[in-house]
């Protein structure tokens, strides 16, 4: 990251730094571009705010950059781990995306969420750090990483934003709880929260293999996993063997009980949903994942036995 | 108050009730009315939001009821204790603005800020709970009654309003954080909330009555106090005679140390602005006000003999 404090700008969470950038930087009627399949509750505040909101599609290296429609005044994306998917975006096309913003005026937010849970790989700059030119708002949060009732979040700014940015936080709610942010800088300050992520990690890099592990060795006939080395959650997409939709899928998991994945989509934004899980694995004790999959599996045979 | 707990609707502190309430009830271009002179931060929000802001003159009742604008959405008052004026509205003009909404179909916001500091009098029951058809949103917060650090707030809404505030609240900033809640609804269940307003009734009580003595027995000459029977702070108009402008008397003060007013053109919105004083008591300790009272009216007269 290339920021100073004073380019830090605190925030009750990341969803309240995305409604105060939209109100700063957008106006009623403009074109918002979003990662598709992409993370809900952006695209339902842009919609609420009166934006159009369009869905660009995304490869094994990220959001297509070519396919963002022009006139776009504002793009979302997540790179260190797409969402729901889980890859990362790849180098050229974070170039390209910057290229394409210098070229168009656009603003870039990036969502660095899940960045700090890498299993493997050297992690690629965030946008932000290679941004030459202030056209990427950097948003982060702590609900990932600690507790999402903590409500922290924050936006990485140029400084010619923080009159505006101020302003939208005074009229939206004046300022995130003091008591809050003291604690969490306390915290950050005695060096809990470096071993409290260095302790997750581990956690989460034990629940990743393994559920990984039986993905590739059990799921074989109905499922390809999606590459993914950081993070809470896998994606795998159907195979096109299988006939059910992905909802079918989950409604048939949810009912034997298993509840560690989502259809992939429910996440489509304007493009043809494609047909896949996600496995999240932020809250699940890894002694429950090896029978939660069997079960699953189960449900997917009897579903294709069913038709 | 007429409310269930099911009828309240928490919000970081009264600002975000109020930015959740014009998301769901306003449109961009919608007129909003306003008391005139009145609190500053609502006319921001509404403005950047977009709406047309009209201020409606007010009288020694509260909000001249006739003088509101045909066509308007939504109208914002403090009826307990106006800001900055500090007179409370009458039941007769209450009982007016409640059949204006009735027969406008305009929502009314009831800001009952101050409430719980009432000095002397019974205090009118709020409109809210006379309200027979759910036409008023009444709006609280702990930032006067505790502390403005801990942005808790509420508004209490009708059931029908409840699925459109809990989407503006989520795609605002999901909900506020769940440590200072719960904090606060322990602190309360302890009976350790009524007592400290009962205690603070007693200590700010003591600093009006000292208050308005003084400008009743040394201001006669430049001041004029507007009877007020609750809060933190109590506003007087200047007499015709004074010569000078609020503002110049306030940057007079100011430069001989004495900050325990604000002018109250400062709190013009669209109607020509009154000349007077509001002083504000919250955080005064009792023993520097007579000495700083005495300095602010040494900076009147000097100032009238310098014309």
New interface residues.
Partial sequence: MRATPEDVFV???F??AL?LVA?VVLA?GDIVAVEDPGYP?PT??FR?L?MRVVGVPVDEEGIVVAAIPAGTTLVYVTPSHQFPLGMSMSLPRRRQLLDWADRTGAVIVEDDYDSEFRYAGRPLEPLQSIDESWRVLYVGSFSKTML?????GFVVAPPSLFPALR??K???????????QDALAQFIAEGQFARHIRRMRRIYEDRHQLLVSILESRFGDVLEPIPSMAGMHVAATLRPEVELTDREIARRARRAGVDLHMPISSFAVTEPPRRGLVFGYGAIPIEHIPDGLLRLHDCCLNARDDT
């Fill in positions: 925030t009750s969470g969803q309240q409604d109100r009623p509750p339902m505040l609420s009166r999402p009732t903590l409500r922290l302003k939208a005074l009229v939206t709610d004046w300022y995130t709880a003091k008591p809050m």
